[in-house]
């Protein structure tokens, strides 16, 4: 499958997978939920009118998109999703949740590299026919903070930080 990607791009989430901070109003090391030896879990960016707080889980290996994940891979981010939308559902109270993914251009993808939205969902949100916005850190912190507190709550493992470049994708 050829890369969409730029010769020569920089790419954000291996960036965040890295525990290096992005400039001005993009990604901390404070909206990282959860980190594992394979997958990085952080507060997206950009909030849904009806839906802040939305949660992006990548691999800490680059691969594009869903073409190139490994099967086994795949599992641990179904079974992140699902952690991550029950401590939505602890830490916002909200109604249901959905997953999106996006693959190629024509598939909506922005970043190359794979990544899975997990949306706190409400009733009548509208969320498939709202925008979202650019928020910053300070805006995002309570969100990563309410969530982080869920997933410690739940018992799921929560990292004590984002892995060094060198040691990021090692196998456990
Ligand atoms: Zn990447």
């Given amino acids: 499958m050829r890369s969409h990607a730029a010769e020569g791009w920089d790419c954000p989430f291996c960036r965040v997978a890295h525990g290096e901070e992005g400039e001005g109003p993009w990604t901390k090391r404070s909206d990282v939920i959860y980190h594992d030896a394979n997958l990085t879990a952080f507060l997206s960016p950009h909030f849904w009118q009806r839906n802040p707080g939305h949660v992006l889980i990548i691999p800490n290996r680059h691969y594009e998109n869903l073409y190139d994940m490994p099967d086994d891979l795949l599992g641990k981010v179904a079974v992140l999703s699902r952690q991550v939308a029950l401590a939505m559902k602890r830490a916002y109270g909200c109604d249901g949740t959905s997953m999106r993914q996006h693959n190629e251009p024509a ?66």
Avoid at 126 to 143: G, I, M, N, V
């Fill in 107 to 172: 598939g909506n993808q922005d970043v190359w590299h794979y990544h899975l939205h997990v949306f706190p969902r409400y009733t009548g949100d509208d969320l498939y026919r709202s925008s979202a916005t650019l928020t910053t850190p300070e805006e995002r912190r309570p969100y990563a903070d309410r969530l982080r507190e869920a997933l410690q709550v739940m018992d799921v493992r929560v990292a004590e930080g984002p892995v060094a470049r060198s040691d990021a994708g090692r196998a456990v």
